[in-house]
């Protein structure tokens, strides 16, 4: 009788194709929906300072957010690719 090893990489794999990758694509949507928004409420608000700056903000935190979304998406990408055992050419995004 031969004993297995049990590694963590299976588990690692499911999480991330099944709860991380939907979560960030989730937020990516979310924040390009405020970049969006923000765009949007930037021109129609030609004339009143305040809801410019509004949009401007909007417009800032979509950008941030977005980034923080491709970031995460890299160091999961790369933090993948050097485990052994994942599959580092199945369940990541595809845009």
């Not at 410019?52 to 491709?70: C, N």
Request: glycine letters at 8%; a positive charge; aromatic letters at 14%.
């Amino acid at each position: 009788m031969q004993a297995q090893a049990i590694t963590i990489a299976p588990f690692l794999d499911k999480v991330s194709q099944y709860i991380l990758n939907p979560l960030i694509k989730l937020l990516f949507a979310i924040a390009f929906l405020v970049f969006v928004f923000g765009i949007f409420q930037f021109i129609r608000s030609e004339t009143s300072d305040k809801a410019r700056t509004k949009g401007k903000d909007k417009i800032l935190y979509g950008l941030i957010g977005m980034l923080v979304m491709f970031s995460a998406y890299g160091i999961i990408h790369a933090i993948v690719a050097t485990i052994p055992g994942l599959r580092p050419a199945t369940g990541y995004l595809t845009f």
